[in-house]
């Protein structure tokens, strides 16, 4: 832990924390300062004037990166009949109703994304203790619960990430690994941060976007000047 501790230290050093960054600034420190052994994933978070508690400012949905997230996404679709058949030509990873069901409940969790048709809710109901907690359940917002079973497994293999806002105002969506270009980066990041600036819900008045950071993995995060993010190269 200390190995560790030493290695962030000297990578936080290198952040100025009463700055915020460009960008595209931002984004080049990020690699300049990422000291994990792996191709760490690149967070954005996202700190917005919302009171989660009023419905119209409880902020949830999906958005498609251009350059996804340097992940695949392993998903499990709950189908019947044709819907299932289609899932399985999609590239669903894995497709069942009942017995996959009650695979999950015995506790499988072989799977990144969950998608359903709506006649399968009623059973995937059962579920929602198990898959709630983890953030897995088919939902209407995200577009996880849908009869074109087809473009939503074609969206999640292509990078889509789904967004939540926390209790204080937060989201965090992965936008791709260390190992993305500049650009790539740069692309996610404005398209994450131009989805969620459009949803600013009119009760909400004053400043919207209150903080913009990146991040690595295990590394410290960098402030970004949000005009910057949406501003002409």
Same mark, same amino acid.
Do not use: C, W, Y
């Given at each position: 832990m200390a190995k560790k501790g030493k290695k962030f230290a000297a990578a936080a050093a290198q952040v100025d924390k009463t700055k915020a960054y460009s960008a595209l600034e931002a984004i080049e420190l990020l690699k300049k300062v990422s000291f994990e052994k792996f191709d760490a994933s690149v967070e954005f978070a996202i700190r917005l004037k919302l009171d989660p508690r009023k419905a119209e400012q409880n902020l949830r $949905?999906?958005?498609?990166? @251009?350059?996804?997230?340097?992940? #695949?996404?392993? !998903?499990?679709?709950?189908?019947?009949?044709?819907k299932a058949k289609e899932a399985l030509a999609a590239g669903a990873d894995f497709v069942g109703d009942d017995e996959m069901i009650d695979k999950v409940l015995k506790g499988w969790?072989?799977?990144?994304?969950?998608?359903?048709?709506?006649?399968?809710?009623?059973?995937?109901?059962?579920?929602?203790?198990?898959?709630?907690?983890? $953030?897995?359940?088919?939902? @209407?917002?995200?577009?996880?619960? #849908?009869?074109? !079973?087809?473009?939503a497994i074609n969206e999640i293999k292509a990078g889509k990430v789904e967004y939540r806002v926390d209790k204080v105002g937060n989201i965090h969506v992965s936008i791709g690994k260390v190992s993305f270009n500049n650009d790539q980066l740069l692309e996610n990041l404005r398209t994450i941060y131009d989805t969620l600036?459009?949803?600013?819900?009119?009760?909400?008045?004053?400043?919207?976007?209150?903080n913009v950071a990146i991040a690595s993995t295990m590394g410290p995060g960098i402030k970004v000047d949000s005009e910057s993010i949406l501003a002409k190269l």
């Open positions: $949905g999906a958005v498609v990166l @251009p350059h996804g997230t340097g992940k #695949t996404k392993t !998903v499990l679709v709950f189908a019947k009949g044709e969790f072989e799977f990144d994304t969950v998608v359903a048709t709506p006649d399968m809710m009623a059973q995937v109901g059962k579920l929602g203790r198990t898959l709630g907690p983890k $953030g897995l359940m088919p939902n @209407p917002k995200t577009g996880t619960v #849908t009869m074109d !079973v087809t473009k600036f459009k949803l600013r819900p009119s009760t909400v008045k004053g400043v919207f976007v209150q």
